[in-house]
């Protein structure tokens, strides 16, 4: 079983939402910490979000705080990514990650899932 695959992303306007999706194996749900991190052509790799193991605790970006919303489902062992008021430079990468550290880094993060891609229009 792949332990994590995003999916959901695509062509969004801006001012629009979109709703990412992460598939995970039941052994990464279940024990580990998810976040949501950004690359953009050109850029490091940055953090969006991230949810705890038992689904309590949120945390975000500064950047995203207030339009973006990160959940999991227990039933389909999926986390997912609520983008809403999508500004330009969303237009990223997106990538889901599980570690056990319950930190803000790549490092952090132990598994990662190739990613998908955000596309935004004018």
């Known amino acids: 079983q792949v332990p994590l695959v995003e999916s959901g992303g695509g062509l969004v306007q801006a001012g629009g939402s979109l709703t990412l999706t992460c598939a995970a194996s039941d052994e990464m749900f279940r024990y580990y910490d998810m976040g949501w991190f950004r690359q953009a052509p050109g850029k490091r790799r940055e953090f969006v979000a991230m949810?705890?193991?038992?689904?309590?605790?949120?945390y975000y970006a500064d950047f995203v705080k207030g339009r973006f919303t990160v959940s999991r489902d227990k039933a389909e062992n999926t986390i997912y990514l609520l983008m809403n008021s999508v500004k330009p430079e969303v237009a990223a990468a997106y990538y889901c990650?599980?570690?056990?550290?319950?930190?803000?880094?790549?490092?952090?993060?132990?598994?990662w899932g190739p990613g998908t891609q955000v596309t935004v229009s004018s």
């Open positions: 990650a599980g570690g056990s550290q319950w930190g803000k880094s790549s490092v952090d993060y132990i598994s």
């Open positions: 949810i705890s193991r038992n689904h309590l605790n949120t």
